[in-house]
Nanobody
Framework: QLQLVESGGGLVQPGGSLRLSCAAS????????IGWFRQAPGKEREGVSY????????YYTSSVDGRFTISIDSAKKVVWLQMNSLKAEDTGVYYC?????????????????????????WGQGTQVSVYS
């Protein structure tokens, strides 16, 4: 069975940190783009960051650049999202997605327009709540 499973969400105060993980099973992450997305209550899903596992390049939206770090362990088939200096506006359900088409995830993360039906694999999401 091909699936992605996220974990690591939780409750944290502003300024705190969380580390999310996205574990792949049933397929390898070689040649895939892996993206992190989030959806706040009442809002559309938006891209946060992605990594190109072909060359290791990464991208962050301006809202998280400098605070979040995406990384991958291809052998373990795990992608992490280290989130530091969390803010209330980071609250939401965080999803990882994987796709081996060169443009799908980059376009969605950069444009902010997400069509979940166009990506090959999605996780079930993990809740991140930043409260004061």
């Amino acid at each position: 069975q091909l699936q992605l499973v996220e974990s690591g969400g939780g409750l944290v105060q502003p300024g705190g940190s969380l580390r999310l993980s996205c574990a792949a099973s049933g397929f390898t992450l070689d040649y895939y783009y892996i993206g992190w997305f989030r959806q706040a209550p009442g809002k559309e899903r938006e891209g946060v960051s992605y990594i190109n596992n072909r060359d290791g390049s990464t991208y962050y939206t301006s809202s998280v650049d400098g605070r979040f770090t995406i990384s991958i362990d291809s052998a373990k088939k795990v992608v992490w999202l280290q989130m530091n200096s969390l803010k209330a506006e980071d609250t939401g359900v965080y999803y990882c997605a994987a796709d081996n088409h060169a443009s799908s995830i980059p376009i969605m993360v950069r444009s902010g327009i997400v069509d979940t039906s166009l990506l090959e694999h999605w996780g079930q999401g993990t809740q991140v709540s930043v409260y004061s």
